[in-house]
Nanobody, 128 residues
């Protein structure tokens, strides 16, 4: 049974850091593009970052560029999102998603849809 499980969310003060994890079971993340998305209350979901399979190209939304870093740990079958310099506007539920097309690439900060598979999300709250 395939699963994507996000973890690492929580409450952090402005300027703080968190590392989100997207751990997979039942599928090998190396072969697929993995995206991180977020949805703030009352707002539409937006793409935050994406990492392609094979060439490991990475992409970031302008709002997080220079603060967030996406990475993949093949041994742990996990994709991370390191978030530094957090701002109150980063508050949202963060989701990871896989494009389950073998060898898939990111479409900028998005994944292609149609064979997408999502985790249930983890809440990040940035507040003093």
């Amino acid at each position: 049974q395939m699963q994507l499980v996000e973890s690492g969310g929580g409450l952090v003060q402005p300027g703080g850091s968190l590392r989100l994890s997207c751990a997979a079971s039942g599928l090998g993340l190396d072969y697929y593009a993995i995206g991180w998305f977020r949805q703030a209350p009352g707002k539409e979901r937006e793409g935050v970052s994406c990492i392609s399979s094979s060439d490991e190209s990475t992409y970031y939304a302008d709002s997080v560029k220079g603060r967030f870093t996406i990475s993949r740990d093949s041994a742990r079958n996990t994709v991370y999102l390191q978030m530094n310099g957090l701002k109150p506007e980063d508050t949202a539920v963060y989701y990871c998603a896989a494009d389950l097309t073998y060898g898939s690439k990111c479409r900028n900060v998005e994944i292609s849809y149609g064979k997408d598979y999502w985790g249930k999300g983890t809440l990040v709250t940035v507040s003093s």
